[in-house]
């Protein structure tokens, strides 16, 4: 699943692509909102919420999506081939006259009310990236059910918006504790520095395509960036933590209704195993 930064990004490059522009072709490929015509409207911006995207156009109308698993938005030029899959996978097409943006496999995207955005995202906890991020109110999200295992809570979007199966894992790392820890049981602190580390990743990472958590990066130049493992734990099973040496292990974690990967380190981190 793609992580805040990741769809932080995305908005990023459909606002250039589209912001400011009127549109001169429009397509809704879901059976719901097929006959929808947006074309002649100018976007008016890109908004990222957490893992959702809001497409706002003139007329008070938001085109809302959402990428959950392997969803995505491409960005072409007059004439460029469309690489992002196959034209059956292609569930939006939003064109002007110097860029066409083009969504594949997108499981959520629907047309509403700009007036009643919140419908879709006013459920979620303050944006780790967004202009409405508050640390204490996230810690207290974050605290407030104590027997949740810290995996568990970290994913909830309504605690805090924007973290995926990667920062949990790195987070859980960084705070030398499991994922399956309940969070009841954070040792003094911990919760706080949590809470503002994942701030200063998604902050770090937002603009990078090589995502990196750790102070290396493969070809990294610059202080304090070296050549080496963008992560510490996640993607790594098998191989030697970064810290001590230990080989990192995985497992799933949740209810069973989706995979959820996790990685952590056996020695380093304390707490119940996966």
């Known amino acids: 699943m ?36 947006l074309t002649g409207r100018t976007v008016l911006d890109v908004t990222p919420r957490g ?16 990428l959950r698993m392997d969803g995505s938005w491409q960005v072409y030029g007059p004439g460029e081939r469309w690489r992002g899959g196959p034209a059956h996978q292609i569930r939006a097409i939003l064109g002007n006259e110097a860029r066409t943006a083009v969504g594949y496999r997108l499981p959520v995207l629907e047309l509403i009310h700009t007036a009643d955005e919140a419908k879709v995202v006013g459920h979620l906890g ?19 059910d104590r027997a949740r295992p810290l995996g568990e809570a970290l994913l909830d979007q309504r605690n805090l918006a924007g973290i995926g199966n990667v920062y949990k894992s790195e987070l859980a790392f960084l705070a030398r504790v499991t994922p399956w820890l309940p969070v009841g049981e954070l040792p003094a602190d911990t919760g706080e520095r949590l809470v503002v580390t994942a701030h200063r990743l998604l902050e770090a990472n937002k603009d990078r395509f090589d995502r990196h958590t750790t102070a290396t990066a493969p070809g990294a130049t610059g202080a304090g960036r070296r050549p080496g493992p963008r992560l510490h734990v996640y993607g790594r099973e098998g191989q030697p933590c970064l810290r001590c040496g230990t080989p990192i292990r995985k497992a799933d974690q949740g209810d069973g209704s989706r995979e959820r990967p996790t990685y952590w380190c056996p020695r380093c981190q304390s707490g119940p195993a996966g």
Do not use: C, M
């Open 2 to 37: 793609p992580e805040g930064d990741t769809v932080w990004h995305t908005a990023q490059r459909l606002h250039t692509a589209l912001a400011g522009q009127y549109l001169t072709r429009s397509d809704l490929r879901v059976p719901r909102f097929a006959t929808a015509d």
């Open 51 to 66: 893992k959702h995207l809001l497409t706002r156009f003139e007329g008070g109308l938001t085109l809302h999506s959402h």
């Open 126 to 144: 303050p944006d780790l990236l967004g202009p409405d991020w508050d640390a204490d109110i996230a810690l207290a999200n974050l605290l407030a």
